[in-house]
């Protein structure tokens, strides 16, 4: 069968969610590492994100496989992940039908998907 099962998707999206939310650069003192990237999405002319693989990699190795095997497929998840943390970072700020999406440095290269 085509696509992920939903629930597969939807965990997916939840630990993404917590690795915007929580991951730090070692001695980072408690802020995310990206969220003052984050906050720059809020401006009209921004909607993607790049992040590091290697990142994911350390904070989960089992959602950073699964972004490297099934790539297109939980695409859409992470990126309404994104949007639900821009949106709970920053309430008010973001146009109801603003898009989000992100890039991943050093995944073979830097995927870039246009939707």
């Known amino acids: 069968s085509s696509g992920i099962n ?3 998707g ?3 999206q939840r630990l993404f969610l917590s690795f915007l939310q929580e991951y730090e650069l070692p001695g980072g003192e408690g802020e995310p590492k990206y969220a003052p990237d984050v906050t720059e ?3 009209p002319e921004r909607n993607t994100l790049t992040i590091s693989f290697k990142d ?3 904070y989960n190795r089992n959602l950073a496989t699964t972004i490297q095997d099934e790539y ?3 695409y859409p998840y ?4 994104l949007s639900t943390h821009i949106r709970n970072e920053h309430p008010g700020s973001v146009q109801e039908k603003k898009q989000f ?4 440095h050093r ?7 246009e939707l």
């Open 6 to 8: 939903a629930e597969y």
């Open 107 to 113: 995944l073979y290269g830097t995927h870039k998907i």
């Open 101 to 104: 999406l992100y890039q991943l």
């Open 41 to 43: 999405l809020v401006a």
């Open 72 to 74: 297109y497929r939980v």
């Open 10 to 12: 939807e965990r997916c």
């Open 56 to 58: 994911i990699e350390s």
């Open 78 to 81: 992470l990126c309404k992940a």
